[in-house]
């Protein structure tokens, strides 16, 4: 049986922000969040994004191909992490979604994750899509 309230205080003490449990069924289940960045991870996105930035291509540029993919990054190791750990302590499988940034929204990071039982197969892009997510 998942854990759900164990996984839910797991993710709260993470740091992570604006947790959604969404029930799919009793073998897998959902949830939605925000990873939001302290000022360290902003400062690091700021500065690579200002040593590969050329003038010559505009804000969008610094934006596009430097910032915001160096966020992700942040975001995406991270809680590639956070659900590793969640998947060794309660012998677990889970996958992650991150949706995409923009630069109105760069201070956080909107994540999906699907957790189920050891042998459990799914497809995580069927349950989004099942879920209207």
């Not at 690579?48 to 610094?62: I, L, Q």
């Not at 998947?87 to 994750?113: Q, W």
């Amino acid at each position: 049986m998942i854990k759900h309230k164990e996984i839910l205080n797991f993710l709260e003490n993470e740091g992570l922000e604006e947790i959604d449990e969404i029930e799919y069924n009793k073998d897998i289940f959902v949830y939605n969040f925000f990873y939001t960045f302290d000022e360290a991870e902003i400062d690091a996105a700021k500065e690579y994004a200002n040593e590969n930035y050329n003038d010559e291509n505009g804000e969008d540029e610094w934006n596009e191909e430097y910032y915001l993919p160096y966020l992700m990054d942040i975001a995406t190791d991270n809680i590639r992490d956070i659900v590793d750990e969640i998947c060794e302590e309660f012998g677990l499988i889970g996958e992650f979604v991150a949706y995409e940034m923009d630069k109105n929204s760069s201070s956080r990071c909107e994540f999906v994750v699907v957790f189920a039982k050891e042998g459990i197969e799914f497809d995580i892009d069927d349950i989004m899509e099942e879920l209207d997510l």
